[in-house]
């Protein structure tokens, strides 16, 4: 599955999913994750994000996993790890 980036156009907030390409235009219907705004999300065309986004340093992973991570580290004897 490939990734997508998407626009808000009420407030300009840029973020990627990863979507099927039959799925690639369900979050331009959904409400923008910054501001709120629904119905004003444009599908931006323009570059290709190869990989994993947060492997990549594009995106880091969410904070609940954040904290995950880093309490199996601690708990393998580890610092935390790379997002921790």
Request: proline share 8%.
């Amino acid at each position: 599955m490939p990734f997508y980036d998407y626009k808000c156009k009420e407030c300009g907030h840029t973020w990627v999913e990863f979507q099927t390409v039959n799925a690639r235009n369900v979050p331009r219907y959904n409400p923008c994750p910054e501001c709120g705004a629904s119905g004003d999300i444009s599908l931006v065309i323009g570059k290709v994000n190869i990989g994993d986004p947060i492997q990549l340093g594009i995106q880091k992973p969410p904070k609940d996993v954040q904290e995950r991570l880093a309490q199996i580290n601690r708990n393998a004897g580890g610092d935390g790890g790379r997002y921790g």
